[in-house]
Nanobody, 127 residues
């Protein structure tokens, strides 16, 4: 059974940084593309970023490009989301997601493409 556990959320001031981490278990991590999504109150869940199983392909939502990066550590079965220059619009619950994938690699940006989800971690940007 695939289990994804997010951590690293919290309260940060505008312009600050935060690093989220997702620990995966119950899967062969190197076979999975990983994604991050977020959902603010009253809004639908939206794509944030994704990284392919090899780590060679990444993709980000336009709203976070240039501010967020994503990385994976296959030895630890973790995927991190580094968030810089945060603004109030980034406040949301952030979710980690996993998708079993083969080759050729591609970027999966739709939540319907992911089969496993974490419980989420809250990020609040506030002064």
């Amino acid at each position: 059974q695939v289990q994804l556990v997010e951590s690293g959320g919290g309260v940060v001031q505008p312009g600050g940084s935060l690093r989220l981490s997702c620990a995966a278990s119950g899967l062969t991590f190197t076979y999975y593309a990983m994604g991050w999504f977020r959902q603010a109150p009253g809004k639908e869940r939206e794509f944030v970023g994704t990284i392919s199983r090899s780590g060679r392909i990444t993709s980000f939502a336009d709203s976070v490009k240039g501010r967020f990066t994503i990385s994976r550590d296959d030895a630890k079965s973790t995927v991190d989301l580094q968030m810089n220059n945060l603004g109030s619009e980034d406040s949301a619950a952030y979710y980690c997601a996993a998708r079993l994938t083969g080759y050729p690699e591609t970027a999966y940006t739709s939540e319907q493409e992911y089969t496993s989800w974490g419980q989420g971690t809250q990020v609040t940007v506030s002064s």
